[in-house]
Nanobody, 120 residues
Framework: QVQLVESGGGLVQAGGSLRLSCAASGRIFSINAMGWHRQAPGKQRELVAAITSTGSTNIVDSVKGRFTISRDNAKNTVYLQMNSLKPEDTAVYYC??????????????WGQGTQVTVSS
């Protein structure tokens, strides 16, 4: 079993910054891709950013240039640095990881979510 625990969410004024962290623990052989999704009330959950085990990244256009995703493989942790935050960034942010618990098997896991609120 694997657990993902997010931290770093909160309330910030427009133009401010936050850094989200997500640490994976449990039965981990290795972690393939890790990423962040977000969901605002009444909207679909959407991909924000993803990063592979080798460091290749994918950032959606709406946050490109403002958000940066990174990971520390030794700590099984992924980060999302969010700068120049806008009210439309307000959402619950979820960490996601594709985790291998053996050489032959992998499973997808989600964190519980952390609230990010950006005020005007």
């Amino acid at each position: 079993q694997v657990q993902l625990v997010e931290s770093g969410g909160g309330l910030v004024q427009a133009g401010g910054s936050l850094r989200l962290s997500c640490a994976a623990s449990g039965r981990i052989f290795s972690i393939n891709a890790m990423g962040w999704h977000r969901q605002a009330p009444g909207k679909q959950r959407e991909l924000v950013a993803a990063i592979t085990s080798t460091g290749s990244t994918n950032i959606v256009d709406s946050v490109k240039g403002r958000f940066t995703i990174s990971r520390d493989n030794a700590k099984n942790t992924v980060y999302l640095q969010m700068n120049s935050l806008k009210p439309e960034d307000t959402a619950v942010y979820y960490c996601n990881a594709d985790v291998r618990d053996s050489y032959y098997h992998s499973s997808d896991y989600w964190g519980q979510g952390t609230q990010v609120t950006v005020s005007s």
